[in-house]
DNA sequence: TCTGGGGTCCTAGGACCC
DNA sequence: TCTGGGGTCCTAGGACCC
């Protein structure tokens, strides 16, 4: 077989996202040294700094008060996710004008799939350049734009192209490209794995790609393999060997919170998990996801972190039950009178639906679904408080099921059968 | 400096089964 | 007596990313 024609991936990476989305709302802002995440005394970590802020060497996932401290003068905003989501949205939208494959990152960034599209937009870079400018003029936001053929090569020219720029790496010319860059510019390559590398001499990426594959092997295991792969500037191994444009399924849902000041009140560490857990169950419904672990999170005052984990028969998506499992995991590791910094809720297994439920005709499960989604629905309406928790959601929905099917919303004018 | 919140993937040990 | 070898599931923790 001959060998493939090189695909055409686009890596878009929108600029200072946080902060230009904000300068949207408050032109004040433009120019200045701007921090997002919250403000310069809180709890917290910088999301994004604006350009003028990174001058003083602040940077994101950096502690808030030590940004404070680094530039004073700095403009403190507290984050919008919705608005970013709305951003995003359009984000997306306009990438979709240049090829059906595409896919969210995250909020701020994109691959395309733009192989054989020449005919349609050009050859890639000009139809980077023209996707720049209808980014610019669609969403005010800029963005910059690395191309390759791989995953990989498009990530890290976006990176290198920024701000606001465009760079294409030639087929070909991937190992020549990546080579001069440290090895902390490949994706992966963390504070820990970088440390290991230097010891062992190796801080380029030629560094890496002289080494034996199976001696990489031998030392990190599969991510070894993975690396090996990388440094020539493939796609090797988990999530970057996937297609994209290839929709991938959530594996977990969680929530979690960090209080202001720690607390050892086990009334308000209880109504925390409670409200997670109901923040939790919520999004499995809307997304029709049953979760068959539940894990707990919780993180003392000296930072240490600990986590347990319960699976269940039967899967679930209800609040009343994750929180059952949640409280009982906590009450049962958490010790005493111990002052606690952060609280979490996670699920994960997630499976089609308990097996009652696979049992029931699909109308009947779609009325569960629905008069589920209907207590969400009130809540949104009238507030949290509407529908009781406490009281057991699980017997009061079937009881409404039953009683009055037809008074579900959603109808569909399609003939339904009885209650029990 | 005093460390968010939402995720993914990997490793490693123990239980359990054949 | 002094103890196999897989495979799979579960749990805990950690590195990493945006």
């Known amino acids: 077989m001959p060998p493939a024609a090189p695909k055409t991936i686009f890596h ?4 200072a996202f946080f902060v230009s989305v904000e300068e949207l709302f408050d032109p004040s802002l433009k ?3 701007v921090v997002v ?3 310069r005394h809180e709890r917290g970590v910088v999301s994004a700094a604006s350009y003028a802020a990174r001058k003083f060497g602040v940077h994101s996932a950096m502690p808030l008060r030590t940004a404070a401290k680094l530039c004073p003068q700095a403009v403190f905003v507290d984050g919008h996710p919705e608005r970013y989501r709305e951003y995003s949205a359009k984000v997306h939208e306009v990438l979709g004008r240049f090829s059906p494959l595409v896919e969210m990152a995250s909020v701020d960034e994109a691959y395309l ?3 054989g599209t020449d005919r349609l937009h050009g050859p890639p ?3 980077a350049h023209r996707l720049h400018a209808e980014m610019k003029s669609a969403t005010q936001l800029n963005c910059s ?3 390759g053929t791989s995953r990989l090569i498009a990530k890290v020219s976006s990176a290198k192209a920024k701000p606001n720029g465009v760079l294409w790496v030639l087929p070909g010319q991937e190992a020549k490209f990546l080579a001069p860059l440290d090895v902390s510019d490949i994706p992966g390559v963390g504070k820990v794995m970088e440390q290991k590398l230097h010891a062992m001499g190796i801080q380029r990426v030629g560094d890496l790609a002289r080494l034996e594959e199976r001696d990489l092997e031998e030392r990190f295991g599969k991510w070894g393999l993975a690396l090996a792969g990388k440094s020539r500037g493939e796609d090797a191994g988990g999530w970057f060997d996937t297609a994209v444009g290839e929709d991938t399924a959530p594996k977990s849902i969680s929530h979690e919170h960090t209080y ?3 607390t050892a009140d086990v009334e308000s560490l209880q109504s925390t998990l409670m409200r997670l857990s109901e923040m939790v169950g919520r999004r499995l419904r809307e997304g029709g996801y049953f979760a068959r672990t539940i894990q707990l999170k919780l993180r003392y005052k000296d930072f240490t972190t600990l986590t347990r984990a319960h699976s269940l028969d039967q899967p679930t998506q ?8 949640v409280r009982r995991l906590f009450l049962h590791n958490w010790k005493r009178g111990t002052p606690v910094r952060l609280l979490g809720v996670q699920t994960s297994n997630f499976e089609m639906g308990p097996a009652q439920m696979d049992l029931l005709e699909p109308s009947r499960q779609q009325r569960w679904q629905k008069a589920l989604a209907a207590a969400d629905h009130l809540r949104d309406k009238f507030g949290e408080s509407t529908i009781g928790l406490a009281t057991g959601m699980k017997g009061g929905f079937r009881e409404r099921i039953h009683e009055n099917p037809a008074a579900l919303p959603g109808k569909s004018g399609k003939k339904r059968e009885g209650g029990a």
């Open 145 to 147: 734009v690395g191309i």
């Open 12 to 15: 878009v990476d929108m600029d």
């Open 318 to 325: 209800l609040d009343t039950e994750i929180y059952e499992h």
């Open 37 to 39: 995440g919250g403000q």
């Open 113 to 115: 799939d733009m192989t």
């Open 260 to 262: 202001n000041e720690d």
């Open 31 to 33: 120019g200045k040294p």
């Open 125 to 127: 870079l000009r139809s």
